[in-house]
């Protein structure tokens, strides 16, 4: 492509060293369509013929055809995506081939393609997110009467319902949906950089706009051709959003990880979602979670690496770009396959809850969690909240030092504790009175949890 300026050939070592192809021949597609925008403005300005831009489209077709068939030749020697396609168009198609790249640079050439691919990723991102966000949905549905230990500090500190837990996650999620899809709009991350060749603007009087309407992902095209070209704060976002999503699955792959355990035994993940040992015929290994926790730190690497190599970075196009590639690839493909991992932990066969052994560590009584009744009970009665928790902090270490639980707790204990503990105050200590107190928006109580699940399925349903 450049041999006229060189009398020499690059080193075998330095070929393989510099060569994307490997990886970028993922932006294919992009790149013919990138192309055929291109073609179309310069047949408009006169610089292909009307046949000349018929040959290249019926070459793209061919070269369409060759690539999804596996049939394509990629060829290292070609170095990048870009320069296969257009070697083999103009070994198709002879000369037009050839005039395709007038006015253009790889440099608006790489920024449009990727910048295309990673639109259309985030759209996939948001279908998968939205795919687990209705399992979690379907699941919270089923197991609204389930009351579990909320912790805090990992200490059992107020029982809700297992649906209430379920739809934090899921409106976790929601806010990745919401944030992938606003890399669409928001902060002129929708311009088309087409146009801009090499970083000072093309030097023939094509329209950026035509670039911008002919691929529709973007919602308008650049306005300064040295940032077009070194721009790369749309996968910087993109991958953001995937760490902070993934962020998000590893705490609830945590969440799974615990409870699946014979400790506490709150659910049992299914076998499609778990792995034995090849040592100890009891175990069932939450695989499926523990990989999803493991691969967060890789994305939120990949997300380091981009900021790593964007920063200090002159103006305007360095090679260092090339380099950007194999981060959002693989951000995007972790993020996306633990989407639809967790979704299918999530599907009935395989998220399995043990309502009885739930019962059971309830009924243990261990954790107190009745106390709240209490100190709640008291405000009612006009006792003030300090002196509230006080007395009901002697009251827990009253039954603490009995070793007995509240359900075991009678009038007289009560009374023995402090003479303001009435009796009617034994009917309210139930963990499921305690739960339905919380009645206020976004608490646990059943109604309110039911609302925000008929919200939420109203949202899936748009
Ligand atoms: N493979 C290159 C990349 O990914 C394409 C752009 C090359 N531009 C250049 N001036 N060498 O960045």
Not at 228 to 254: G, P, Q, W, Y
Not at 430 to 437: D, K, P
């Amino acid at each position: 492509m450049w041999a006229g300026r060189f009398s020499g050939k690059p080193d075998k070592l330095m070929q393989e060293f510099s060569q994307s192809v490997s990886f970028d021949q993922r932006l294919w597609r992009e790149d013919i369509q990138g192309s055929l925008a291109y073609a179309a403005e310069l047949q408009r300005i006169g610089i292909l013929s009307e046949q000349e831009l018929a040959d290249i489209r019926k070459g793209f077709e061919q070269i369409t055809q060759e690539i999804e068939s596996g049939k394509f030749e990629w060829k290292v020697e070609l170095e990048d995506v870009h320069m296969n396609i257009e070697s083999r168009l103009t070994e198709l198609i002879g000369d037009a081939g050839k005039k395709l790249h007038t006015g253009r640079s790889r440099n608006d050439q790489v920024a449009t393609d990727f910048h295309l691919w990673s639109l259309r990723r985030s759209t996939e991102l948001r279908t998968a997110a939205r795919s687990l966000i209705e399992r979690l949905a379907e699941r919270a549905g089923e197991h609204v009467d389930v009351v579990i230990p909320a912790y805090t500090h990992l200490q059992r500190a107020m029982p809700v319902r297992m649906a209430h837990q379920l739809d934090a996650y899921a409106h976790m999620l929601s806010r990745d949906w919401f944030h992938l899809d606003h890399l669409r709009y928001a902060w002129h991350n929708d311009e088309c950089p087409l146009g801009s060749s090499a970083c000072s603007g093309n030097s023939f009087p094509v329209e950026m706009a035509a670039f911008a309407e002919a691929m529709p992902e973007f919602g308008t095209f650049a306005c300064n051709s040295m940032d077009a070209v070194s721009n790369r704060d749309f996968a910087l976002d993109l991958v953001f959003a995937c760490a902070k999503c993934m962020t998000h699955l590893s705490r609830i792959a945590e969440d799974l990880i615990l409870w699946s355990t014979a400790e506490f035994g709150f659910v049992t993940l299914g076998d499609a979602v778990t792995t034995g040992s090849s040592i100890m015929p009891q175990k069932r290994n939450p695989d499926a979670c523990e990989l999803i926790r493991g691969k967060t730190g890789r994305v939120v690497g990949h997300l380091m690496a981009l900021f790593t190599l964007l920063k200090g970075l002159p103006m305007t196009y360095n090679r260092d770009l090339q380099e950007d590639k194999e981060a959002v690839f693989d951000a995007t493909d972790q993020t996306l396959a633990c989407l639809r991992v967790m979704a299918l932990v999530f599907s009935k066969e395989n998220f399995k809850v043990n309502r009885e052994r739930i019962q059971q560590q309830l009924d243990s009584g261990a954790g107190y969690m009745e106390a709240m009744n209490v100190a709640d009970w008291l405000v009612l009665q006009g006792v003030p909240f300090r002196d509230g928790h006080d007395i009901t902090g002697r009251l827990v270490k009253y039954v603490e030092q009995k070793g007995i639980r509240f359900a075991d707790l009678t009038a007289e204990d009560l009374q023995a504790v402090d003479k303001r503990l009435k009796p009617e105050l034994l009917k309210e200590l139930s963990l499921e009175a305690l739960v339905e107190r919380k009645q206020v928006y976004a608490g646990t109580a059943k109604a309110r949890v039911l609302e925000r699940l008929a919200e939420l399925k109203q949202w899936l349903k748009e």
